[in-house]
């Protein structure tokens, strides 16, 4: 295996067998399914919101001075770099704007007569709604660039000045990402159920993005550190990433329980609808109850000890529960208002198995085309505990691979 590649030849041949069964079951999907475009909107947002959520992890990280993750900082901006590719295929929603979104068909006039509130109906006009998708994934690139290019030109230089600029991208992302994140949950997930609303509905996404991405980020960093790479991050790191995860869960559970309860009291018709379709037969109900379990309850049981933080296969299991339970509060959001009980269908299996191996196949390929280690960033030996210290100068010094 060559230098910056990171998989082997059968390993890539399996991604792109993944992604080719993706593509075919997406097909067959479009021509067969009346679920395509409700799967496809649930597995383009599933792997978009962790690339992005990996830009939050960066961000924060570099406005707090936070030292920690510096060593492993390479893995959250290899995920960065999906986001561009991510949301080029969100817009081919366009398409099935009508199946998704029933007030940009005209031929739906109760719809269209609901709709006519003022506001609402000129926020959810099409050309406006698209515009706005258009709009926020663009500004989301332009930042990430500038985070991403601030980062790799200190390992040419070794400039101070490159952590002043990511900390200034990164903060100007942080509070763009927080408004344009919340008005394009509305539009993206609320607006399949046009008369329902939810001031909370943009943190409850947030949330959901955080805990997901910061499954995602451990899981590869502990493949890496398995595969030899990686070699300065310790006990002490992963310890911090469960951290993340368990605390990241815990702010999920608490945005899901308060959207119910503010719900619940208040009691108004077009709020308890959304509730109502999600617990009103055994199936949704069913899907509901799991949901919490597996974005919140599991994962926090297990990453409670301290010892399970520092051990990869309880690691390795607590994320993959919080990333699956991820995929299934996108589902009961999506298909509840269209679809009378659960079922999980080929199409959905196949396009998650496409986006996650084009996800892979971009964080792969971003990933070995840069050095591993930020080798010139200021905080690194901040970072790494002391025995690994020496690993840490014979990057610098260039002696050491990454």
């Not at 999920?252 to 308060?258: E, F, G, K, Q, R």
């Amino acid at each position: 295996m060559a230098k910056n590649e990171l998989t082997n030849g059968m390993e890539r041949n399996v991604l792109i067998g993944l992604l080719v069964l993706g593509a075919v079951g997406g097909v067959a999907g479009l021509m067969s399914s009346d679920r395509f475009w409700f799967s496809f909107l649930q597995n383009s947002l599933f792997v978009l919101t962790i690339a992005l959520g990996a830009v939050l992890f960066v961000a924060f990280k570099s406005v707090s001075n936070a030292g920690w993750a510096t060593v492993f900082r390479r893995v959250p901006e290899a995920m960065m770099a999906y986001v561009p590719i991510g949301g080029l295929l969100l817009l081919l929603v366009f398409f099935g704007r009508n199946t998704l979104y029933p007030w940009t068909n005209p031929a739906m006039e109760t719809h269209g007569a609901d709709l006519q509130l003022g506001f609402k109906h000129l926020w959810l006009s099409t050309s406006f709604f698209f515009g706005r998708m258009v709009a926020f994934l663009a500004i989301w690139c332009g930042l990430i660039y500038g985070i991403r290019k601030a980062s790799f030109q200190q390992d040419a230089d070794g400039s101070v000045e490159h952590t002043r600029k990511r900390k200034i991208y990164s903060s100007i992302f942080i509070v763009v990402f927080g408004v344009t994140f919340s008005l394009a949950s509305f539009d993206w997930i609320m607006s399949l159920e046009p008369m329902f609303y939810s001031t909370i509905f943009g943190f409850y996404l947030i949330a959901g993005t955080l805990t997901s991405s910061a499954a995602a980020i451990t899981l590869l960093v502990i493949w890496l550190k398995q595969r030899g790479h990686l070699p300065a991050v310790g006990d002490k790191h992963m310890h911090y990433l469960g951290q993340l995860v368990m605390g990241f869960a815990t702010f999920w559970a608490y945005m899901w329980i308060s959207q119910y309860l503010l719900i619940y009291y208040a009691n108004l018709p077009e709020e308890t609808i959304y509730y109502y379709r999600r617990t009103g037969t055994t199936g949704w109900f069913t899907f509901f109850i799991v949901n919490l379990f597996l974005n919140w309850v599991i994962p926090f049981v297990m990453l409670l000890p301290r010892q399970v933080k520092m051990n990869a296969k309880w690691m390795v299991a607590a994320c993959s529960i919080a990333l699956v339970g991820h995929w299934l509060d996108f589902y009961t959001m999506i298909f509840p208002a269209f679809f009378g009980s659960p079922m999980i269908s080929y199409v959905d299996i196949a396009l998650l198995a496409g986006s996650i191996a084009l996800f892979l196949l971009v964080f792969f390929r971003s990933l070995g085309a840069k050095g591993m280690v930020p080798r010139n960033d200021p905080y690194l030996e901040e970072s790494v505990e002391h025995e690994h210290l020496e690993i840490v100068y014979s990057l610098k010094a260039g002696t050491m691979a990454d």
